[in-house]
C-alpha cells in the first residue's frame, strides 16, 4: 500500500463502490462525488478539507490532518476509524458512525446543524450500538437523532455518543426505542445515551382494569 501526494484536489466521482487502501498525504483536499459509497481505509494525512457533495464516505482508517469535513444535502459521513478535525452537517446530510455496529472517533468539533446523526441498535447484543466519540464540541441542537432498532431493546442503557463540550439537545427524536428515553448527562456528563424509562407506559391489560374501574365509578355516581 503505496502513499499518493494530494497538493491539489483528488476527486472520487463513480456509480460503484470503491475501496481505497491508499494513503493520502500533501496538502490537497478531497472531494466524494457520485452516488456511490467510497471507503478509504489507509492512513491519510492531506492537510485540507474532505467535502462530501454526493453518496456515501466511509473513514476505516484514519485521517490525521486536521482539515474540515463538510457533509452536504442527502450525502453521508460514516466508518469506524479515526478523523482529526472538524466535521460539520448540512441540512439533509447525515452522519452515521460505522458502517454496521461500530464506532467513529472524531478529534475535533462536529456540528450536527440541522442534519441528522443515523444511530443502529441491537439488543441481541450487551449495548450493541453504533458509537460516536467528539473530543472537543458536540453541537447538535438543530439536529435530528434516527434510530435504527435491528431487535427489540433490554439493556438498561445504551451511550452513543461521548463529547468533551455539549450544545443543545436534539431538535427531533426520530424512531424513539418503547420504553426508553434519552439521557444528554448520562453517567455524570460526556456521554448520550438511550436509557430505560423509569415510567414505562402502563401495560395494556393494567390498563383496560384502570378504564374498567373508572367507567364503574361514573356509573355509580350517576345512579
Known amino acids: 500500500m503505496g502513499d499518493i501526494k494530494?497538493?491539489?484536489?483528488?476527486?472520487?466521482h463513480r456509480s460503484d463502490a470503491v475501496i481505497f487502501n491508499n494513503n493520502i498525504t500533501g496538502r490537497g483536499s478531497l472531494?466524494?462525488?457520485?452516488?456511490?459509497?467510497?471507503?478509504?481505509?489507509?492512513?491519510?494525512?492531506?492537510?485540507?478539507?474532505t467535502n462530501v457533495n454526493a453518496g456515501t464516505l466511509l473513514i476505516n482508517g484514519t485521517h490525521t490532518g486536521g482539515g474540515r469535513y463538510?457533509?452536504?444535502?442527502?450525502?453521508?459521513?460514516?466508518?469506524?476509524?479515526?478523523?482529526?478535525?472538524?466535521?460539520?452537517?448540512?441540512?439533509?446530510?447525515?452522519?452515521?458512525p460505522g458502517a454496521s455496529i461500530e464506532s467513529l472517533d472524531v478529534e475535533g468539533n462536529v456540528n450536527l446543524g440541522p442534519g441528522t446523526l443515523y444511530i443502529e441498535v441491537d439488543g441481541r447484543g450487551t449495548g450493541s450500538i453504533d458509537l460516536l466519540n467528539v473530543s472537543n464540541l458536540f453541537a447538535i441542537g438543530e439536529a435530528m437523532v434516527y434510530f435504527d432498532?435491528?431487535?427489540?431493546?433490554?439493556?438498561?442503557?445504551?451511550?452513543?455518543?461521548?463529547?468533551?463540550?455539549?450544545?443543545?439537545?436534539?431538535?427531533?427524536?426520530?424512531?424513539?426505542?418503547?420504553?426508553?428515553?434519552?439521557?444528554?448527562?448520562?453517567?455524570?456528563?460526556?456521554?448520550?445515551?438511550?436509557v430505560q424509562d423509569e415510567?414505562?407506559?402502563?401495560?395494556?391489560?393494567?390498563?383496560?382494569?384502570?378504564?374498567?374501574?373508572?367507567?364503574?365509578?361514573?356509573?355509580?355516581?350517576?345512579?
Do not use: W
Not at 494530494?6 to 472520487?12: L, P
Open 6 to 12: 494530494n497538493d491539489g484536489t483528488i476527486a472520487f
Open 149 to 194: 432498532v435491528l431487535f427489540a431493546l433490554d439493556d438498561p442503557a445504551y451511550v452513543f455518543a461521548t463529547y468533551g463540550e455539549l450544545e443543545g439537545e436534539f431538535a427531533h427524536v426520530a424512531n424513539l426505542p418503547a420504553g426508553y428515553r434519552l439521557d444528554y448527562n448520562y453517567l455524570g456528563g460526556g456521554q448520550i445515551a438511550l
Open 199 to 223: 415510567n414505562p407506559v402502563i401495560p395494556e391489560p393494567m390498563a383496560l382494569g384502570l378504564i374498567g374501574a373508572a367507567l364503574f365509578v361514573v356509573r355509580k355516581r350517576r345512579r
Open 70 to 96: 463538510d457533509v452536504m444535502p442527502s450525502a453521508t459521513l460514516g466508518g469506524s476509524g479515526g478523523i482529526t478535525g472538524d466535521v460539520r452537517i448540512s441540512v439533509k446530510g447525515t452522519l452515521s
Open 31 to 49: 472531494v466524494k462525488l457520485g452516488g456511490a459509497t467510497l471507503t478509504l481505509t489507509g492512513n491519510n494525512s492531506y492537510e485540507g478539507n
